[in-house]
């Protein structure tokens, strides 16, 4: 555990982890304000959800480009394609995480409120890793970490 809390602490120095964070809680309160903005006004349930997380993608896409990883982001071309298309790929497993965590706590009788909260957390990781070492990876940079 206490390896666990160093890196974490390790991190929390790390001014790039620190606005991925600030961009995470940004793309999160875009989704979850356009989920229940959309429900307010007669969208179901299931197409405000999915409305809602595609506008945070592109939030969270905006804000990691411009003010997390702005000195890796691709300058254009088949480039910039690939980082946007590994950009949301990186989305989609974090949905499927985050699906999968929430559906099987709920089938083993966990209130799906705690189960989302540790799906946010596990997806929030996952993604952070995939953005930071394959994604947003600099050029010239082995896949080992270095963003």
Same mark, same amino acid.
């Given at each position: 555990?206490?390896?666990?809390?160093?890196?974490?602490?390790?991190?929390?120095?790390?001014?790039?982890?620190?606005?991925?964070?600030?961009?995470?809680?940004?793309?999160?309160?875009?989704?979850?304000?356009?989920?229940?903005?959309?429900?307010?006004?007669?969208?179901?349930?299931?197409? $405000?959800?999915? #409305?809602?997380?595609?506008?945070?993608?592109?939030?969270? &896409? /905006?804000?990691? +480009? @411009?003010? =997390? %990883?702005?000195?890796?982001?691709?300058?254009?071309?088949?480039?910039?394609?690939?980082?946007?298309?590994?950009?949301?790929?990186?989305?989609?497993?974090?949905?499927?995480?985050?699906?999968?965590?929430?559906?099987?706590?709920?089938?083993?009788?966990?209130?799906?409120?705690? $189960?989302?909260? #540790?799906?946010?957390?596990?997806?929030?990781?996952?993604? &952070? /890793?995939?953005? +930071? @070492?394959? =994604? %947003?990876?600099?050029?010239?940079?082995?896949?080992?970490?270095?963003?």
């Amino acid at each position: 555990m206490n390896g666990a809390l160093a890196s974490i602490i390790a991190k929390l120095r790390d001014v790039r982890f620190v606005r991925y964070i600030c961009a995470s809680v940004g793309a999160l309160a875009v989704d979850v304000g356009s989920f229940l903005g959309l429900m307010v006004i007669g969208i179901g349930a299931a197409p $405000a959800s999915a #409305i809602g997380y595609s506008l945070g993608i592109l939030a969270h &896409w /905006l804000m990691s +480009s @411009r003010a =997390v %990883f702005q000195d890796s982001v691709a300058s254009g071309g088949t480039a910039r394609t690939r980082q946007k298309a590994l950009f949301v790929i990186s989305a989609l497993l974090g949905l499927a995480l985050t699906t999968a965590i929430v559906g099987l706590a709920d089938s083993g009788g966990l209130d799906p409120r705690i $189960a989302k909260g #540790i799906a946010i957390i596990v997806s929030f990781f996952v993604t &952070w /890793l995939i953005r +930071s @070492r394959i =994604v %947003f990876r600099a050029p010239g940079h082995a896949a080992t970490g270095e963003a």
